[in-house]
């Protein structure tokens, strides 16, 4: 699921006395041949024997002084990054050489501020915006950050998140509001476009939903809220329903779980949403929302799951999406 180009990563108004680093970023990116001596601290400050040990005690005066060190290090790095990859400049460092260390630091941020709450509640949105924004900055980014589709543990781990997606959006309101929020769909939807140990992949998501039921009542419960919403995102909700597609073309088995618990009726429900929002030209997100929607009853086996599917999608408008949308679907459509 490709990313918006005109989305950016910004802090809005951060403290200042917490996180003092991240606007050297820019001069960073700027001078990077003049300024690498500047690069090597951070890196240093993000090193994996910096980690704090794991402990379930309030987090100690040493604990709190790495923590924000290397929160302010990422901060950093990451926005020199992403300048780099929106300016197409040459990064003054390697993303894949300090991903190791940034995907362990985000692990522990992740550990430490926001699921032990022992930090003020802006290190625990902060650091919750970094562990996000990360994420999604080196699954989008291509080549040369593709090496992190086969990092063992992270698919687990951003399902993990992705899986308490909706809470996260409602607690921390300036991640939100600065970044239209959903990143973690984004970045699953993401993970599944790569055909390359796709269906590892789904195996991973599955297990860490704990069940297939787990997942299919998640993602489920996800699509109804977005449909329910007012104003409809739909950038949101193709991407779950490309997530529900996905797994259920790489999983036959999940598949029935999401046809037993009404699964079609809910794809045909937004299908046909989908299909009364189509303009001139063709908004992209609803566009792909139909797309993804015949993927979905494309892979429905006519024979062997029995008439029941069919039934429930007939009843909440497949038949009358498909009237809406043939046209529209006859035309040659862009690849996703």
Same mark, same amino acid.
């Given at each position: 699921?490709?990313?918006?180009?005109?989305?950016?990563?910004?802090?809005?108004?951060?403290?200042?006395?917490?996180?003092?680093?991240?606007?050297?970023?820019?001069?960073?990116?700027?001078?990077?041949?003049?300024?690498? @001596?500047?690069?090597?601290?951070?890196?240093?400050?993000?090193?994996?024997?910096?980690?704090?040990?794991?402990?379930?005690?309030?987090?100690?005066?040493? #604990?709190?002084?790495?923590?924000?060190?290397?929160?302010?290090?990422?901060?950093?790095?990451?926005?020199?990054?992403? +300048?780099?990859?929106?300016? #197409?400049?040459?990064?003054?460092? @390697?993303?894949?050489?300090?991903?190791?260390?940034?995907?362990?630091?985000?692990?522990?941020?992740?550990?430490?501020?926001?699921?032990?709450?022992?930090?003020?509640?802006?290190?625990?949105?902060?650091?919750?915006?970094?562990?996000?924004?990360?994420?999604?900055?080196?699954?989008?980014?291509?080549?040369?950050?593709?090496?992190?589709?086969?990092?063992?543990?992270?698919?687990?781990?951003?399902?993990?998140?992705?899986?308490?997606?909706?809470?996260?959006?409602?607690?921390?309101?300036?991640?939100?509001?600065?970044?239209?929020?959903?990143?973690?769909?984004?970045?699953?939807?993401?993970?599944?476009?790569?055909?390359?140990?796709?269906?590892?992949?789904?195996?991973?998501?599955?297990?860490?939903?704990?069940?297939?039921?787990?997942?299919?009542?998640?993602?489920?419960?996800?699509?109804?809220?977005?449909?329910?919403?007012?104003?409809?995102?739909?950038?949101?909700?193709?991407?779950?329903?490309?997530?529900?597609?996905?797994?259920?073309? @790489?999983?036959?088995?999940?598949?029935?779980?999401?046809?037993?618990?009404?699964?079609?009726?809910?794809?045909?429900?937004?299908?046909?949403?989908?299909?009364?929002?189509?303009?001139?030209?063709?908004?992209? #997100?609803?566009?792909?929302?139909?797309?993804?929607?015949?993927?979905?009853?494309?892979?429905?086996?006519?024979?062997?799951?029995?008439?029941?599917?069919?039934?429930?999608?007939? @009843?909440?408008?497949?038949?009358?999406?498909? +009237?809406?949308?043939?046209?529209?679907?006859?035309?040659?459509?862009?690849?996703?």
């Amino acid at each position: 699921m490709p990313t918006r180009a005109s989305r950016k990563f910004r802090h809005g108004n951060q403290n200042k006395n917490q996180f003092q680093v991240h606007h050297k970023a820019h001069n960073l990116s700027r001078y990077s041949d003049e300024r690498q @001596e500047l690069i090597a601290p951070l890196i240093d400050d993000i090193a994996m024997e910096k980690i704090p040990p794991d402990h379930s005690g309030r987090p100690t005066a040493e #604990d709190i002084d790495a923590i924000m060190t290397a929160l302010n290090a990422i901060i950093a790095l990451r926005h020199t990054l992403q +300048l780099g990859m929106e300016l #197409d400049k040459k990064c003054p460092f @390697e993303p894949r050489s300090i991903w190791p260390r940034l995907f362990a630091w985000m692990k522990c941020l992740y550990k430490h501020c926001v699921l032990r709450h022992g930090y003020d509640t802006k290190t625990q949105e902060t650091a919750f915006i970094e562990i996000a924004c990360l994420s999604h900055l080196y699954v989008h980014g291509g080549d040369p950050t593709k090496s992190i589709y086969t990092t063992p543990g992270f698919t687990s781990f951003v399902t993990e998140i992705w899986l308490k997606e909706q809470y996260y959006l409602t607690k921390y309101t300036e991640f939100k509001a600065g970044y239209s929020g959903f990143m973690f769909s984004e970045t699953i939807a993401q993970l599944l476009t790569e055909e390359h140990q796709r269906e590892d992949r789904v195996d991973e998501i599955i297990a860490a939903a704990g069940t297939m039921d787990s997942l299919a009542t998640y993602t489920l419960k996800y699509l109804r809220s977005a449909i329910s919403a007012d104003p409809l995102d739909f950038h949101l909700i193709r991407g779950i329903l490309f997530v529900i597609s996905m797994c259920c073309v @790489e999983n036959g088995r999940l598949y029935g779980t999401f046809l037993r618990r009404s699964g079609a009726f809910l794809v045909a429900k937004t299908f046909l949403i989908a299909a009364k929002h189509i303009t001139k030209p063709v908004d992209h #997100d609803v566009l792909f929302t139909i797309r993804w929607a015949y993927l979905f009853f494309g892979t429905v086996p006519l024979c062997g799951k029995g008439p029941y599917w069919m039934i429930q999608s007939l @009843e909440s408008g497949l038949l009358q999406g498909l +009237l809406l949308s043939c046209g529209l679907m006859k035309a040659e459509l862009p690849s996703p």
